[in-house]
Structures are given as C-alpha cells and as structure tokens.
C-alpha cells in the first residue's frame, strides 16, 4: 500500500497512472471501522482487481463551526493506516497539512443550497457547503471513475450526488449500505464518546427505526402517523430532528407516496448521532 502525504506525492501519482486505470476513492476523516471498510470493497468491486482504490484522510475544518467537536475528533493515524491495507487499499492520501488542500485560505465555497438547509442544515448552516468544497478538491485532484459514500448521512450523500451532477463531474458516485453493530447501533467515529451508559441508551435510535419501519409495512403512510412518540421513544437523547423526507429533494412531505427517508439526529451524552431508514411504497 502506497502512502501520498502531500497534493505534490498525489498529483504525480495520478499523472503516473494515465487514463487506462480505473480509480475508485473513499473519502473519510479517518478513525476507520468496518462501515469505512466496507466503503474500500465496494470500491474495489467497481474498478477490478487491476484498478486502484484509494482512502482519504482528512479531518476537515471547513465543516465544523465554532463550538464543534474538530479539536476533539477522535484521531488513529497508525491504526487507520494498518486497516486500510488489511482492507485492501491500494494508496492512502493524507494532506501535509490544512493549506495543503486550502493553499489560498477559506473563502472559496461549494454550496448546493437547494439541499443543504433542512435536517442537519437548520443546526449546521455551513457544515455541507464544507463537505461540497472538500469533495470538490479531492475529485478535481484524484479524477476517480467512482467515489463511494456511505448512506449513514443520507442528506450528505444526496448533497454529493447534487453537486457530482450539476459541474458536470466525471465518474460516478455510489452510495455504501449503513452497517450495524450486532446490536442494531449504526457504526460511527463518534460512537468513541459514548459512555457505556450512553451507548446502551442510543440503541433507542435503531429501536425507533424499526418501528417506523414496522408501522411502514402495516401500511400506515401518514407522517404523523408513522413518527408518533419519537421525541418519548429517544428519551434521555435530546432530538435534533427526526423527519421523514423526499428521498431525492429532502423536503419534509406529510404522507409517504414516493421513496422517502426518515432521518434522525439525536445527542447521547458528548456525541450527536444520525441514522436513518428508507421507506419506499
């Protein structure tokens, strides 16, 4: 497994190759688990046992704001690395340093408004105008033929997908299932803050879900119908907002007549976590 630590050790990486090599790129602010992991597979079942895959490293702090947890993101560089070449990569790219992937400082921004302002937006106003910009340099510099995301963010993964589609960029994007500890708890960085006791009483999130789904499948469609006692049901967690979703626009519907999405982001203790479920008629 190669290591590129630099934009200069990247560029001439990907000058090297030429265009006959498919590249296939998992973007992560690192402290890898499994759910990142399987992102690298499902990148290698895209571009062949010939083409490169490629991890990135980078805790980014264009998406964080003020009061954020960026001075306390949990960090395992050593660890990262090990994984990512028992997983299979072929190259980890981490930047030297912040100017490395900001050379002229903040202020040049991607921002796909149209998605960018509900769920998570309404807490986080600059949090996915950050993660576009990022991803932005990281495709203009690695050109991959496919970029895996996972589908934990769901309102990330569509803000991606938005961008990808409007500047007209190449390769494709690829949504990564949501994997789960035994006990149902979506897999998570942040995970790292939960106190034991935390931990037992987050499992309410995927709890919840399943009801949702449950009520689902009985063929209940209404929205306030199928979120009924979600603020009880997560108690002692703090909502931040549990909705159902347009799958494709984000907005807030009242009866589920298209794909939709039931979103959920709660505080546990120190960490705010997001889940979700799909809910297709």
């Known amino acids: 497994m190669k290591l590129l630590e630099g934009v200069e050790p990247l560029r001439r990486w990907r000058e090297g190759l030429g265009d006959d090599v498919r590249v296939g790129v998992v973007p992560t602010m690192g402290f890898l ?3 990142h992991l399987s992102l690298l597979q499902i990148a290698r079942d895209h571009v062949g046992p010939s083409g490169q895959v490629m991890l990135t490293i980078f805790v980014n702090p264009t998406q964080f704001a003020a009061g954020e947890d960026l001075d306390r993101y949990p960090t395992d560089r050593d660890g990262d690395l090990e994984k990512a070449r028992a997983a299979g990569a072929d190259v980890v790219f981490i930047p030297a340093t912040i100017d490395d992937l ?3 400082g903040e202020g040049a921004w991607v921002d796909i408004a149209a998605l960018s302002g509900g769920l998570c937006g309404r807490s986080r106003p600059t949090h996915f105008r950050g993660v576009a910009t990022v991803v932005m340099k990281l495709w203009g510099l690695i050109r991959p ?3 895996v995301f996972g589908e934990k963010d769901a309102q990330q993964l569509a803000v991606i997908r938005r961008m990808h589609a409007e500047f007209f960029l190449g390769g494709e994007v690829v949504g990564g299932p949501i994997v789960r500890e035994s006990d149902g708890l979506a897999m998570s960085s942040r995970n790292a803050y939960l106190t034991p006791e935390d ?3 987050a499992l309410r999130i995927p709890s919840f879900l399943r009801e949702v789904r449950a009520r689902f499948a009985s063929g209940e469609r209404a ?4 979120l009924a006692g979600g603020a009880e049901a997560i108690a002692p967690g703090r909502l931040d907002y549990l909705e159902i979703v347009d799958a494709q626009t984000l907005e807030p519907v009242t009866e589920v007549t298209a794909p939709c999405v039931c979103a959920i982001a709660a505080h546990f203790g120190a960490s705010r ?5 799909s809910l297709a008629p």
């Open 33 to 35: 688990h499994e759910g």
């Open 102 to 104: 900001y050379p002229r």
């Open 145 to 147: 033929d496919v970029g």
């Open 199 to 201: 931990r037992e009483e």
């Open 223 to 226: 929205v306030e119908a199928l």
């Open 273 to 277: 976590l997001l889940d979700n479920c």
